[in-house]
Nanobody
Framework: QVQLQESGGGSVQSGGSLTLSCTVL????????MGWFRHDPEKGREGVAA???????YYADDATGRFTISRDNTKRTTYLQMNSLKPEDTAIYYC??????????????????WGQGTQVTSPH
């Protein structure tokens, strides 16, 4: 079982920035595709950003230009830098790991392993 440890959530004013981290306790981290998802009670779970083991990145439309996903293979850690936060970004954010198909990297059902989630709040 691959374990994912998230950190970095919190509350920040609209327009502010926050960085989430996800450390994978697995030696095969370099071969994993990584993704960030968020869960909203009304919208359900939606993909925000993903990064292939090759380094190719994928973003949801709403995240493009505001969020940046990156990874440090030496630390087995994936990051999500979030800028210009909006109230509608408020959600529980999850990191995920697996071997998603290239065309499905923002689909939650493509990932096998999940973190515990971290709350991000950007109040009005």
């Amino acid at each position: 079982q691959v374990q994912l440890q998230e950190s970095g959530g919190g509350s920040v004013q609209s327009g502010g920035s926050l960085t989430l981290s996800c450390t994978v306790l697995e030696s095969s981290y370099n071969a994993l595709g990584m993704g960030w998802f968020r869960h909203d009670p009304e919208k359900g779970r939606e993909g925000v950003a993903a990064m292939a083991d090759s380094g190719t990145t994928y973003y949801a439309d709403d995240a493009t230009g505001r969020f940046t996903i990156s990874r440090d293979n030496t630390k087995r850690t994936t990051y999500l830098q979030m800028n210009s936060l909006k109230p509608e970004d408020t959600a529980i954010y999850y990191c995920a790991a697996g071997w998603p198909l290239s065309s499905r990297r923002l689909r939650a059902d493509e990932y096998r392993y999940w973190g515990q989630g971290t709350q991000v709040t950007s109040p009005h």
